[in-house]
């Protein structure tokens, strides 16, 4: 079993920056790569950015790229969501998940497990 604790969420103007964490905890999972996905009212939860646990590489969707970097922390056991210049667009709820065998990060269904989600809100 994997425990998931995001945070770091809040409320933000347009512009500004928030990182949030991604804690991990209840067993060694150096080997799982890890995602940040997002989820807006009304819309589907979308994949934003994804890490190798030890091999780090990462993956960023287009709308990201540039303003978003996606970090680990492996002796905390942690993975970290550096975000810049936040747009009213970017307001969602933001989960990280993670699991063996994550060969599409994009995909949802490749994840065995989940955190609470964290709140991002961006004001303008």
């Known amino acids: 079993q994997v425990q998931l604790v995001e945070s770091g969420g809040g409320l933000v103007q347009a512009g500004g920056s928030l990182r949030l964490s991604c804690a991990a905890s209840?067993?060694?999972?150096?080997?799982?790569?890890v995602g940040w996905f997002r989820q807006a009212p009304g819309k589907e939860r979308e994949f934003v950015a994804g890490?190798?646990?030890?091999?780090?590489?990462?993956y960023c969707e287009d709308s990201v790229k540039g303003r978003f970097t996606i970090s680990r922390d492996n002796a905390k056991n942690t993975v970290y969501l550096q975000m810049n210049d936040l747009k009213s667009e970017d307001t969602a709820v933001y989960y990280c998940?993670?699991?063996?065998?994550?060969?599409?990060?994009?995909?949802?269904?490749?994840?065995?497990?989940w955190g609470q989600g964290t709140q991002v809100t961006v004001s303008s």
């Open positions: 998940a993670t699991g063996p065998r994550i060969y599409y990060y994009p995909s949802r269904a490749q994840y065995s497990y």
């Open positions: 209840g067993r060694s999972f150096s080997t799982y790569g």
């Open positions: 890490v190798t646990w030890t091999g780090g590489n990462t």
